[in-house]
């Protein structure tokens, strides 16, 4: 808490200086006692306010920002697989300091055409998100079944695994990530007469990315130049 400076002389002595007695107005008593800005006290007191202005400014402009959107797809691709595989498809490749992905869409057509069982959970294609070549996030897909089937996927149909997604988006040091991708793979099992075969596998993700509005750099640059400001007139004094 910050207290205020007692006053050097009373009530009275003020009314006196200031001419109230003979009916003078409070606005008089400002201009009868001007501040002397080469006073150090009063440098000091300008200079700390200086710095709580400054404070302020940078605090109000780290919550103008505004997100880049940014909407990415891949190209449809046809897989087929008659072994254990764990192949790329297809991937996407996110901008440095993205803050989140709101949306992950596709679609593929599907099925298990071999003589043996099937097990759709586990012949699979899937998602992944992969940081330098470490998966931090992974979602099924599409699998595989003895019928051809058209199969749409959306992250945001399993909210647990979207806040995941985003949970592993948040954590990821953008100062040291070299590639950050979202891939599509396979995931295949190879018992004799199992296969997997996936046609226009596809999917889009969008994500953002805070970026600094101008009014951010205006404040910072006022703030700065307040400092100076006073800074100047310290040095000058």
Request: a negative charge; aromatic letters at 10%.
């Amino acid at each position: 808490m910050v207290e205020s400076a007692k006053p050097k002389f009373s009530t009275r002595d003020l009314s006196k200086e200031s001419g109230l007695e003979k009916g003078g107005s409070t606005r008089e008593i400002f201009k009868s006692r001007p501040i002397d800005s080469t006073n150090t006290d009063v440098q000091k007191i300008m200079f700390k306010f200086s710095k709580s202005i400054l404070v302020a400014l940078l605090v109000a402009a780290s919550g103008v920002s505004s997100f880049a959107q940014t909407t990415q797809s891949t190209s449809p691709v046809n897989y087929d697989s008659y072994g254990w595989n764990n192949d790329l498809l297809s991937s996407i490749t996110f901008a440095s300091g993205t803050n989140a992905i709101t949306s992950i869409v596709g679609s593929t057509s599907i099925a298990d055409q071999g003589w043996g069982g099937e097990y759709e959970p586990g012949n699979q294609l899937y998602l992944t998100l992969v940081v330098d070549g470490y998966s931090l996030w992974g979602d099924h897909f599409a699998g595989g079944t003895h019928e051809w089937r058209s199969v749409s996927y959306d992250v945001s149909n399993d909210p647990s695994q979207f806040a995941a997604l985003n949970v592993a988006v948040g954590g990821i040091d953008w100062s040291t990530a070299q590639d950050v991708e979202l891939q599509l793979r396979s995931s295949t099992i190879g018992y004799p007469g199992w296969a997997l075969h996936a046609q226009d596998a596809q999917f889009s993700a969008t994500s953002i990315v805070a970026v600094p509005e101008p009014e951010t750099y205006a404040l910072m640059v006022a703030g700065l130049g307040v400092l100076g400001f006073v800074a100047r007139r310290r040095k000058s004094a």
